[in-house]
C-alpha cells in the first residue's frame, strides 16, 4: 500500500517561512520525480514545485526566489520551504510522487493535502 502524507501546513503571517514535509512509503522513492501543487478556494490545482530523481527543479513563475524544493532519499522525504509568504500562497498543498514506466504509462501518488493560510 502506496502512502503520500504531508505535515507542516498552518497559519503564518504575510512575509513569513513554513516548511512542509512529505513521507512516502511502500513505493521506491529514489525512482519517482515529486512534486508540490497547491489548490486555492475558486482555482484549479496547479504545479508548484517538482523535483527529479536526478535532483534538477522547476518551479512556478509565482514562486521562484521563494520556494525552494528538496528531497531526502534516505528519508524518502521532499520538502518544500516556503519563505516570504503573501496571501496569495494560501491554498490547500498536495504532495505528488510520479514515476515515467514509458512515455504513454505512469503512476502517480497523491497526499491527503495540507492547509496553507496567510493572513494578518
Known amino acids: 500500500q502506496v502512502h503520500v502524507v504531508e505535515s507542516g501546513g498552518g497559519l503564518v503571517q504575510p512575509g513569513g517561512s513554513l516548511r512542509l514535509s512529505c513521507a512516502a512509503s511502500?513505493?521506491?522513492?529514489?525512482?519517482?520525480?515529486m512534486g508540490w501543487y497547491r489548490q486555492a478556494p475558486g482555482k484549479q490545482r496547479e504545479l508548484v514545485a517538482t523535483?527529479?530523481?536526478?535532483?534538477?527543479?522547476d518551479y512556478a513563475d509565482s514562486v521562484k526566489g521563494r520556494f525552494t524544493i528538496s528531497r531526502d532519499n534516505a528519508k524518502n522525504t521532499v520538502y518544500l520551504q516556503m519563505d516570504s509568504l503573501k496571501p496569495e500562497d494560501t491554498a490547500v498543498y498536495y504532495c505528488?510522487?510520479?514515476?515515467?514506466?514509458?512515455?504513454?504509462?505512469?503512476?502517480?501518488?497523491w497526499g491527503q493535502g495540507t492547509q496553507v493560510t496567510v493572513s494578518s
Open positions: 511502500g513505493l521506491t522513492f529514489n525512482f519517482y520525480t
Open positions: 505528488n510522487a510520479q514515476r515515467h514506466i514509458v512515455l504513454t504509462m505512469s503512476y502517480t501518488y
Open positions: 523535483v527529479t530523481t536526478g535532483g534538477s527543479t
